[in-house]
């Protein structure tokens, strides 16, 4: 049966009852293209979202990082020389919260000069391609709001002096919205509510967009994952590849040590007896505030969205598929008489795979750690904690000029 012939899809049909010929030929084509199974998941999403025995996972600690340093770093440089390391950047979103109607790593962070946080993102990695004398193939992830925007920003830039045959862009795979009952919702009478698929949604949709073959080609067999907003994060680190790789895991986690026991963040531990991240309101008062014998606290490590993880096992990953979640969020919709909705509250399901879940089907990952304050400066809002004032301070304090 076609969704558009089941009698439960009360949006879609009221839509198709307002459409003409023309407009219904055009939306059933583009249905046909949606896979449906995805709703299948309400029916276990609170399966899918249960948690196993949390256990603490032991870090490599700053100490033993510049006590093994040369080791690490020549590891790390040999693996980007040869061509094995690649560079996944996740800049689907909007600048909204940051007062931009356009995409997020578009923001000028600049104080009195013009420097874009893309800019700032592609300077940290020249800093190791710089001393490497080799480059990083970048693969940036969009979203089908902002691709157009975002490819356009680098052409206008010139891609910063980056090589252009070294960046490629791919945008991330939509899925639908719906109400509690699994009814779709319409944004529009000619297309559905999406959303993105969240942020383990990246590697398979590289792989939809056809960039597999592009990573066989170049040879990779490491791809560092990192978020956009973080404006100190180093890219394609040869000290964080060279320890993972000599710590034969097959992936690895840039760490910071926990401000408080209750920060906010998600912690790198093991779930089940495999790596995993427990998110801070997962984690009872007990876990929260264990200390070690040193006084340190034993879960004491967040994670800041930058992962190494080994191609081959990503296309394990893919092969097997990653759980979907069911989040409960709003969704603008149109109603059963095509008025527009901007809801207050919750009214519906999006589906979205985690980049934690990404962490637990690996055999394991080493927590690397990294210093707060010269590595971990979120954008998150324009101003207060993790906005563009206090990024601003951490960029000066590591002698950016701004």
Not at 26 to 49: C, M
Not at 130 to 152: C, F, L, Q, R, W
Not at 195 to 204: A, E, I, L, R, T
Not at 353 to 361: F, W
Request: with cysteine; charged share 30%.
């Amino acid at each position: 049966m076609k969704i558009w012939e089941d009698e439960k899809q009360v949006y879609i049909r009221a839509s198709m009852e307002r459409n003409t010929p023309e407009q219904n030929a055009a939306l059933k084509e583009r249905l046909e293209r949606i896979d449906w199974s995805i709703l299948e998941h309400i029916q276990r999403k609170e399966t899918v979202n249960e948690r196993g025995v949390f256990a603490p996972l032991e870090a490599v600690e700053v100490p033993e990082i510049e006590a093994r340093r040369d080791e690490f770093k020549a590891a790390g440089l040999d693996a980007i020389r040869a061509g094995k390391v690649g560079a996944v950047l996740l800049a689907g979103g909007q600048g909204t919260r940051l007062g931009l109607d356009r995409p997020k790593g578009t923001l000028n962070i600049g104080v009195n000069r013009e420097l874009y946080l893309f800019e700032q993102l592609f300077r940290n990695l020249m800093d190791v391609t710089d001393e490497a004398g080799a480059y990083v193939p970048m693969y940036i992830m969009t979203s089908n709001i902002n691709h157009k925007d975002t490819v356009a920003f680098f052409e206008e830039h010139h891609y910063f002096g980056y090589p252009k045959d070294y960046v490629k862009f791919f945008i991330q795979e939509m899925v639908p919205a719906c109400d509690h009952e699994g009814r779709v919702y319409m944004e529009s009478d000619t297309e559905v509510a999406m959303s993105p698929n969240g942020n383990g949604g990246w590697f398979g949709s590289m792989v939809s967009a056809g960039l597999l073959d592009d990573i066989h080609a170049r040879g990779l067999e490491w791809i560092n994952v990192f978020a956009v907003d973080n404006c100190l994060q180093r890219i394609a680190d040869p000290l964080f590849i060279g320890a993972t790789i000599v710590s034969g895991c097959e992936s690895g986690a840039k760490v910071v040590r926990k401000a408080a026991p209750d920060e906010k963040v998600g912690v790198l531990c093991t779930e089940d007896g495999k790596p995993s991240i427990a998110e801070y309101y997962e984690m009872t008062q007990e876990m929260a505030t264990a200390r070690k014998e040193n006084g340190d606290l034993l879960y004491g490590f967040g994670v800041i969205l930058n992962y190494l993880f080994s191609e081959k096992k990503l296309e394990q990953i893919a092969d097997a598929r990653m759980p979907i979640h069911v989040v409960e969020k709003k969704i603008p919709h149109i109603d059963l008489e095509g008025n527009m909705v901007k809801p207050e509250q919750p009214n519906g399901y999006k589906f979205e795979t985690l980049v934690l879940d990404m962490v637990h089907m690996m055999d394991d990952c080493i927590p690397y750690e990294v210093v707060r304050e010269r590595e971990f400066a979120p954008i998150k809002n324009l101003h207060g904690v993790d906005s563009l004032d206090t990024a601003r301070e951490l960029l000066k304090g590591c002698g950016v000029t701004l």
